[in-house]
């Protein structure tokens, strides 16, 4: 088994709504994925059939599991955050811990504390009492503890700052990931999480429109901004997107070298978000 | 959906261990529900119970204070203790005084027990949708069989367990608080009071034939959590509303009642025998009539249970509901 998630013909209807369609994909172990797609455009969608949370239609494996067939054991090695603040606000901090090392053979509550000691939450503190920022430290610090496969993460830093959102993303690249496991992690600051993918996938209204190594992606698009009066030349050569600004025109190519656009002007790597916006919209603003 | 209950089924039996690890989770599931439950479960029976129990020591000491007098009668009457048996004014006194000295602080949380049962569950399904906790909770290694049946287990049998508890408990607090005042007018603590272990004994029978009419109950207890487990907002509405209207619609098309004379007769009835007893029980401890559900009652009942058609029907609609439950646990998010 060295995929951990291997999906064929993934797909999944709300109605006459198309969710997911038809969507195909193997993420391999010690990845870091990140699921970039606008509000709808199916990512949770996505997610939830990988964690077992709802009914599809097509093949998926995780960890060698159908999802559909039995949640609470592929949770023994997979956990997940989605959205923020979803702990139990009724619990205190000490008594979270007890029923995860009841109920989760992988956890450890050692861990668990390890990382609670490096903040300034509470035990005896109802999780109501919390920050927001706080019960995700505390999530995190949770998920962390327990020695799974697979972590989702379903934007699970919105509405926090951006203190938090850095920190929360240098524990899991410092205390979690390892080449053995898999993050798949979705978010809307796709800037912040950028320099830690190593993997990127595109959702677009339930189809995948880009699923790319970050090392592939430096290879394959480049970006180039040359005076206006060039832009004709560049536009010969087909960009994915073009975008003008003070008299500057910024061309998004894919698939043609560096040395060919060299010719024109200085090729950069594009940035996710910029790349993004290119797929998403052909860039015609 | 093939097989999904084969692969939890296989895990438990070929892990050594797979049955304790079983018992260990649902023991943490039980605590968790306590914990999520505090207020009905806990907070409401002690301060209703510190607050009887105080009312009842006021009451004894103003009594013994302003008419040296307790329990009203008690000193004119005569009293006669002859090879152990007491009597008063002629009558044979048994076990009444100590049953109401056992009983009398929890009538008002025996009156209120439904509501302590069935408002948590009405929430069970319905509160960690609302917060999303659900989120956190599916991801844990535990499905959503084991989750519904945590809850029915705690709120329809552990939880009113404990609350029995408590109340043999208040009544052993009574009765330690009666005997200095037993004393005080040459009454026999021992034998009126403590003899019985009355606090223990009726307590006992109530908890045995709640139990019994929680079987009764089980298709209500499970119809209240689908209800949860549906309820896009408002479940008490979503619980009462359908047979209400079920019953009217009954009345006004076949002029006949019969929905609700049977919900009225599986519930009703058997709550009435239950709940009935007590509410017979006398002040009068020289009239008799001291009637408690024993545990020879609860056995007759679990007896009649299991020999009534209309239980099993119930039970099977339960079971109903309760897969629908599961399955809204499982989907409806």
């Known amino acids: ?285 | 959906m093939t097989g999904s209950g084969m692969t939890t089924a296989t895990t438990s039996a070929i892990v050594p261990g797979g049955l304790s690890l079983r018992l260990r989770m649902f023991a943490s599931l039980m605590r968790r529900e306590f914990l999520e439950h505090k207020t009905a479960f806990f907070t409401t029976p002690v301060v209703l119970g510190a607050l009887m129990f105080g009312i009842i020591a006021l009451t004894l000491v103003t009594l013994e204070v302003r008419f040296g007098e307790i329990m009203v009668h008690v000193d004119d009457a005569e009293f006669f203790v002859e090879d152990g048996i007491i009597s008063i004014d002629g009558h044979e006194v048994g076990n009444e005084l100590a049953h109401l000295v056992a009983t009398a602080p929890s009538m008002l949380l025996l009156l209120i027990l439904p509501f302590i049962i069935i408002f948590p569950m009405l929430g069970s399904l319905y509160e960690e949708r609302r917060d999303r906790s659900y989120l956190f909770w599916k991801s844990m290694p535990v499905s959503d069989t084991e989750e519904v049946l945590a809850k029915l287990g705690f709120s329809a049998f552990v939880g009113p367990l404990l609350v029995f508890a408590f109340m043999a408990a208040l009544g052993f607090a009574t009765t330690l608080l009666a005997t200095p005042f037993m004393w005080l007018h040459g009454l026999p603590a021992w034998d009126l009071l403590w003899s019985h272990f009355a606090f223990v004994s009726v307590w006992v029978g109530f908890a045995a034939n709640y139990l019994v009419w929680a079987l009764w109950a089980f298709p209500l207890f499970a119809w209240i959590l689908l209800a949860s487990a549906y309820a896009p907002k408002a479940p008490l509405m979503f619980a009462v509303l359908p047979p209400v209207v079920i019953g009217i619609i009954e009345l006004i098309v076949l002029r006949s009642s019969h929905f609700f004379a049977t919900i009225g007769q599986q519930l009703g009835g058997k709550f009435g025998m239950f709940i009935g007893h007590r509410i017979e029980l006398r002040v009068d401890i020289r009239g008799g009539g001291g009637d408690h559900p024993t545990l020879a009652d609860a056995a007759v009942g679990v007896g009649q249970a299991l020999t009534s058609g209309s239980f099993w029907i119930g039970a099977a609609i339960g079971v109903a509901f309760i897969a629908g439950a599961i399955w809204l646990r499982r989907y409806n998010v």
Do not use: C
């Open chain 1, 1 to 285: 088994m060295s995929n951990v998630i291997e999906a064929r013909g993934l797909s999944k209807s709300y109605g006459s709504f198309a969710a997911l369609k038809n969507v195909s994909f193997s993420i391999p172990f010690g990845r870091i994925v990140g699921v970039i797609g606008a509000n709808g455009a199916g990512k949770t969608t996505m997610l939830n059939a990988i964690l077992g949370l709802t009914r599809f239609d097509g093949d998926l494996q995780v960890l060698g599991q159908d999802p559909r067939m039995d949640r609470a054991r592929l949770m023994e090695n997979v956990s997940f955050i989605s959205d923020v603040a979803t702990l139990p606000r009724w619990m205190k901090v000490s008594q979270i811990l007890d029923y995860v090392e009841s109920v989760h053979p992988n956890f450890s509550r050692a861990k668990a504390l390890d990382y609670l000691a490096r903040t300034k939450i509470p035990l005896a503190k109802k999780i109501r009492a919390l920050s927001k920022g706080m019960v995700t430290q505390l999530h995190l610090a949770i998920v962390m503890a327990i020695d799974a496969r697979l972590l989702v993460l379903d934007e699970p830093t919105l509405g926090l700052d951006i203190i938090f959102r850095k920190s929360f993303y240098a524990s899991l690249l410092g205390d979690f990931f390892d080449h053995d496991r898999t993050i798949v992690v979705t978010t809307h600051q796709v800037e912040e999480i950028e320099h830690i993918l190593t993997d990127v996938m595109f959702i677009r209204d339930g189809e995948m429109v880009l699923y790319e190594t970050m090392d592939d992606l430096a290879e394959k698009f480049f970006e180039v901004t040359v005076d206006a009066e060039k832009g004709e030349a560049l536009r010969a050569l087909n960009p994915i997107s073009e975008t003008s600004a003070l008299g500057r025109i910024q061309f998004v190519f894919e698939g043609i070298s560096r040395e060919e656009l060299k010719k024109y002007g200085e090729p950069k790597r594009v940035g996710l978000a910029d790349l993004f916006v290119a797929k998403m919209t052909g860039g015609q603003s």
